[in-house]
């Protein structure tokens, strides 16, 4: 039973200590499991108008002619696009009434979200989710936003004024080639809107159930240089969460930002410069609240060559701080520079080339139990990539490339990527795939230290190395009809070196890359334009994960549901009003088990006057709560999601 609290705390930061309950050698005092508890969960152990048209009156080819960047780190069309890729539109997140980023990936049907909390949410492509997920590469506006602590995202420090969002694109299936290091299952790229799509005045407020949010934005013109700026502010609270028995969760939150966005355009090229500034708190059970800040300034610069090739260099400073009473304080500061060039070809060939260096400075104060030693890190991320594309004939692309990646823990690691693209008509594409991706080590892996009886528990492993996955892909995208369009991808990943734990003859854990796995999936979405008002959608995802390995009960990878669908209708009901309704169900998962559900959400909006929309959102209409995930196998009465209603208020003036 010991063994399963080492598990949690590698495996889960949020699952919770215990999957079978406190065993000997683990430390039974009351303040250490709440402190160590504490930290694993990350605080909780208890002047425009409204836009003219909406994507519902584009047609299914328009959609297919949309813009993406994230699939080969160039703009190309969707419908070309040989990856399982979707695109959360603006139009979908505004009229889907989200209030957060993580409510807003729900509508990608390639990704597994569950909320945990008021503010923590478990996210992860193709498995291995938990509420430290590793394997997926989160991106805003090309700022990778993942912590070296444990290679995920602290989702409740993660925001944006969701109005300036452009899509998001999301992409199911390894990225290290072009992105690197993470993009094992997956990457999400965030890109918000340019200033100039953005003057104008902006107002929202929200408030209900879901609780309360209000935000501004400002955007002009910058005369005479051709260019634009936009500034914005924002601040939400929370309600706290529910237990089975009804008893509330002390996890409300709030959360404040504000930044800027300035693009010039000139003659010596394109210049971008964004920042924010934001803090928040999470209530939890002891007295002290978990408190998150940070800043971020970002600059990129792109020019067309006089050769016909696009030279883009990238910069960026993130600043972190999280207090965790009882447990750990970090403050962790991080430099990136990135540079690419794309070169066009005769022949309609491409090459891609680039490269980048990231240097983190992390500093931990150790508060309880738990450790990270030593408690100053200074870490660095090296890359230098290549990929080519050849046309081989008109209708059958050839697209290979490679990286070499080298981290502070590990070393050099190569992620090699090919893929064959074959477009017999305008609107099928049929693609293969195969590649290498890697998750490199991070704090937890190696710096780790647990106290318990005897008196280490766990111990971080020296030596941990990357984990690695490849993976072969087929994929279908087509539009036999101008009413309906359709995606399919079946997957199998095969996974080396995933996390361990092994034990010592003392009884002490080390952290090891012992177990093996694989990982067979299918990706399947389709859209049907009913009408010119009316259009209809269906996703559906099946997994089905093996893993083997020493002391494979102790070490997990995630838990994971094996069917997840959904069923989408947008209806613009006159020129004014609009409808939106989402059937989805999550199957059950395994351990710890949490049952399957089956949740509907609608939203109404109405279009008041050319500058004022009020609109009206459900959440879980016919279900009054149920749960999602679960941090331990013996908590009696888990956090529960509830049915919420909603009202926001949007004017631009």
């Not at 992409?171 to 993009?183: D, H, K, R, V």
């Not at 200033?195 to 159930?209: C, R």
């Not at 090459?351 to 400075?361: F, N, P």
Request: charge should be neutral; glycine fraction near 10%.
């Amino acid at each position: 039973m010991a063994q399963s609290v080492v598990h949690h705390a590698i495996n889960g930061f949020g699952r919770g200590l215990f999957r079978h309950g406190w065993g000997a050698g683990y430390p039974r005092r009351p303040a250490a499991r709440h402190a160590i508890c504490a930290f694993l969960t990350a605080g909780s152990c208890y002047g425009a108008e409204l836009p003219s048209h909406a994507f519902i009156d584009l047609s299914l080819e328009e959609l297919g002619n949309v813009q993406v960047t994230s699939v080969s780190k160039k703009e190309e069309r969707l419908a070309d696009a040989a990856a399982s890729i979707y695109v959360v539109t603006d139009d979908a997140i505004r009229r889907a009434g989200v209030r957060s980023l993580p409510e807003a990936l729900r509508l990608a049907p390639n990704l597994q979200v569950a909320q945990i909390g008021a503010n923590q949410y478990a996210i992860s492509a193709r498995g291995f989710n938990s509420s430290t997920a590793n394997k997926l590469l989160v991106m805003v506006d090309g700022r990778t936003v993942y912590t070296p602590l444990y290679s995920g995202v602290f989702w409740d420090a993660q925001d944006v004024l969701l109005q300036d969002v452009e899509r998001i694109e999301v992409i199911s299936g390894p990225g290290g080639t072009l992105w690197g290091a993470n993009a094992v299952n997956g990457v999400i790229n965030i890109i918000t809107k340019e200033a100039a799509d953005t003057t104008g005045n902006l107002v929202h407020a929200s408030g209900g159930d879901s609780g309360s949010g209000v935000a501004f934005r400002h955007g002009g013109v910058l005369d005479g240089s051709g260019g634009a700026y936009r500034v914005y502010g924002k601040s939400d609270r929370g309600r706290h969460s529910i237990r089975a028995n009804g008893a509330a969760v002390p996890d409300a939150w709030e959360h404040s930002q504000i930044g800027f966005r300035t693009d010039l355009r000139a003659a010596d090229g394109d210049v971008t410069v964004q920042g924010d500034l934001y803090r928040g708190s999470t209530d939890q059970a002891v007295p002290a609240q978990q408190k998150a800040s940070g800043a971020n300034l970002l600059a990129r610069w792109s020019k067309l060559l006089t050769d016909g090739s696009e030279l883009r260099v990238q910069t960026y400073w993130d600043h972190t701080s999280r207090e965790m009473p009882g447990v750990i304080n970090e403050k962790l500061d991080t430099l990136d520079l990135d540079i690419q060039q794309v070169m066009p070809e005769a022949g309609g060939g491409q090459l891609i080339w680039g490269g980048g260096l990231r240097m983190s400075d992390d500093r931990v104060e150790n508060l309880g139990l738990l450790s990270f030693l030593p408690t100053h890190r200074q870490l660095r991320w090296a890359n230098l990539f290549a990929q080519q594309e050849w046309t081989l004939q008109p209708d059958l692309r050839l697209i290979a490339g490679g990286k070499l990646e080298s981290n502070s823990y590990s070393g050099v690691d190569f992620l090699p990527n090919l893929k064959l693209a074959w477009k017999p008509s305008s609107d099928q594409l049929l693609w293969a795939g195969l590649s290498r991706a890697v998750r490199a080590p991070s704090r937890i892996d190696t710096d780790l230290y647990v106290l318990g009886t005897p008196p280490l528990a766990l111990a971080g492993g020296p030596d941990f190395r990357s984990e690695i996955a490849n993976t072969l892909e087929l994929g279908l995208r087509s539009r036999p009809g101008p009413a309906l369009s359709y995606a399919l991808v079946v997957f199998r990943s095969t996974y080396d070196y995933l996390r361990s734990l092994d034990v010592l003859p003392s009884g002490v854990f080390v952290v090891g890359n012992q177990i093996k796995g694989r990982m067979d999936g299918l990706e399947a979405s389709a859209s049907f334009q009913a009408s010119k008002t009316w259009s209809l959608e269906a996703s559906a995802v099946l997994l089905h994960g093996r893993f083997s390995g020493p002391n494979l009960a102790l070490s997990s990878p995630g838990n994971d549901p094996r069917t997840q669908w959904r069923l989408g209708s947008t209806w613009n009901l006159s020129d004014s009003q609009q409808l939106n309704l989402s059937v989805r169900h999550v199957g059950k998962l395994p351990s710890p088990l949490v049952p399957a559900y089956t949740a509907v959400d609608a939203r109404y909006g109405w279009r008041v006057s050319k500058s004022v929309e009020l609109a009206v959102t459900g959440r879980n209409l016919f279900d009054r709560r149920h749960q999602e995930f679960a941090s331990s196998s013996t908590q009696p009465n888990p956090v529960q999601v509830e049915r919420a209603i909603d009202i926001a208020l949007t004017v631009r003036f």
